[in-house]
């Protein structure tokens, strides 16, 4: 159970004007300088344009995530090569699952880079956040994830499946386009305005990241059990580092996790259609 708590991290959002740090001992971070561009489309598929591009994305209608029979193996203690492959096998499996997905919308879809560092780096979009173990940064779409001392005596193979599956969320909703409204519905907005905006993104790449871990149910890297806890620890917890409630509250947060999970749907994860008490 502390590997648990270890793994399961909370998360840290950083934008053009808000900034906020976690307490707790893992956790993850999404880094923008600028609004990302629009994702290309298929020939084929019609143009969405504006507001649609959130929460009329053609991903909502490409049914199940697609199970890519994801097997990273053992993550011993220990062992920065062992997290190596161990994250670069779940990230092959992450552009297997979505590249299907993408190309079921006849949508273009890139891959993001993955590097993997032990001392923080200043990223394209930044200087690193204080506290931070993750990191997507959408100028150069690369997820860059820390591997602490801590994480290697105790490793979590769910939770850092967790992690990186959620830092992959968003860079999903980058070349989906989905990204494209986000920041423009940003510009202008009210403090008020921005937290939900933040929010509705936080809690997507939650629930898409669920929605991965779903593929993987009832195998040795996603027990009942320990999936079960995992959503409690976020329901507890979740919010503990969030003053702002940019991110969501513990239940909302383990809401849209189940939501996710049991479905396993891009569809299932349209926060931006949701009504405004169920993003909380």
């Not at 995530?65 to 499996?93: K, Q």
């Not at 519905?185 to 937290?195: H, N, Y």
Request: proline share 5%; with cysteine.
């Amino acid at each position: 159970m502390l590997a648990l708590a270890l793994a399961a991290a909370a998360l840290v959002l950083v934008l053009a004007d808000v900034a906020t740090t976690s307490t707790e001992p893992v956790n993850e971070a999404q880094q923008a300088a600028a609004p990302p561009t629009k994702a290309g489309r298929g020939k084929k598929q019609a143009p969405v344009l504006g507001k649609a591009l959130a929460t009329a994305n053609p991903l909502y209608q490409t049914g199940r995530l697609t199970d890519v029979n994801c097997s990273p193996g053992d993550l011993p203690a220990g062992s920065m090569i062992a997290y190596r492959r161990f994250l670069t096998r779940v990230t092959n499996c992450l552009n297997k699952a979505w590249a299907a997905q993408f190309r079921k919308a006849e949508a273009t879809f890139t891959k993001p880079r993955l590097r993997i560092i032990t001392t923080k780096v200043k990223t394209p979009c930044g200087a690193w956040n204080t506290g931070a173990d993750g990191v997507y940064c959408s100028t150069d779409r690369t997820m860059y994830l820390m591997i602490s001392k801590d994480q290697l005596r105790n490793p979590f193979p769910l939770g850092i499946t967790r992690l990186i599956a959620h830092e992959y969320g968003h860079h999903v909703q980058q070349i989906s386009g989905i990204w494209g409204y986000y920041w423009t519905a940003r510009e202008g907005a009210t403090k008020a305005k921005r937290l939900q905006l933040s929010r509705n993104s936080e809690l997507q790449a939650e629930c898409f990241s669920a929605v991965f871990m779903s593929t993987m149910k009832g195998t040795s890297l996603v027990t009942d059990a320990d999936w079960a806890y995992t959503v409690d620890w976020f329901r507890k917890n979740g919010a503990k580092g969030w003053p702002q409630n940019d991110h969501g509250k513990g239940p909302t947060q383990a809401a849209w996790m189940t939501r996710g999970f049991n479905r396993g749907t891009p569809g299932a994860c349209n926060t931006w259609a949701a009504s405004p008490r169920n993003t909380l």
